[in-house]
């Protein structure tokens, strides 16, 4: 998919979708589930977008004060994802369960100049930061079966007026939605399977033997066997071939 393609369909999401305060238009809901991995392209463009420096995706867990990470701006990896995952999230998990209302904060050692921007919002509102020494924005959504989430972006030069507010939102809860229909193990996968796993499993599906992918990732034999055999058990494949097919599948390799 080309960039100018996608940002067509975010474009079209955001159409369907101009009231972000409430469940998914029917038009939204019609659509097929993304892939994590095309997910994670969808979110990277609305942080273009914000000029946002990182991103992270979250649903919220059975814990009431708990924010499950799906994937942030290092996928296949975890940065800001891990950082949120271990603060105590309770007040902006109550804020999530029971309104859609932006929250935004502010480094403390920043000039004033994005203070006074995300003041200047309507509707959002300061909250306490998600992230040490950082600014954020963060957008509380919500789908189908009762399920609810966050999309949080940081950033030092983040730019956003009062109506990229709206679109910005609308967008994210579009997203929420595709990625809500996706089946909960896939999701847990993206989250199992290391980076070094993928970069075999790609190598796999290039047609690459174990002894070549040693050498170019600078393994032994034995170790690229071992990334090889480990990432088939957590695809739970029955041979490299079918853990190529699951991973294409799922959109953690292309």
């Known amino acids: 998919m080309t960039y ?101 904060w502010v480094d403390d050692c920043s000039d004033g100049a994005m203070r006074a921007r995300f003041e200047a919002l309507s509707w959002a509102a300061s909250t306490a930061p998600l992230v040490n020494a950082s600014t954020g924005l963060a957008f509380p959504v919500h789908a189908e079966r009762g399920r609810c989430g966050l999309v949080v972006f940081t950033g030092n030069e983040m730019t956003l007026e009062q109506d990229a507010l709206y679109d910005i939102h609308a967008r994210c809860f579009s997203l929420f939605s595709a990625v809500s229909r996706i089946r909960p193990g896939d999701i847990g996968l993206t989250r199992a399977i290391s980076r070094r796993e993928l970069e075999c499993l790609k ?10 992918i040693a050498g170019l990732l600078k393994l032994s034999v034995h170790t690229a066997n071992q990334y090889l055999t480990q990432s088939a058990q957590k695809l739970n494949a029955v041979s490299r071939m079918q853990a190529v097919a699951k991973a294409l599948r799922l959109g953690l390799i292309e």
């Open 4 to 104: 100018q393609a996608a940002r067509h369909d975010d474009e079209a999401s955001v159409n369907d979708q101009r009231n972000p305060f409430g469940s998914s238009s029917a038009g939204v809901e019609a659509r097929q589930a993304v892939s994590i991995a095309d997910a994670v392209r969808r979110c990277r463009w609305i942080a273009i977008d914000l000029n946002a420096a990182s991103f992270g995706f979250f649903m919220v867990g059975p814990s009431p004060d708990r924010l499950v990470p799906c994937f942030d701006s290092a996928y296949p990896d975890f940065s800001i994802g891990k950082l949120i995952a271990v603060r105590d999230c309770e007040e902006i998990v109550r804020h999530v369960r029971l309104s859609t209302q932006p929250r935004w």
């Open 203 to 212: 190598l796999t599906a290039n047609g690459y033997t174990s002894e070549e």
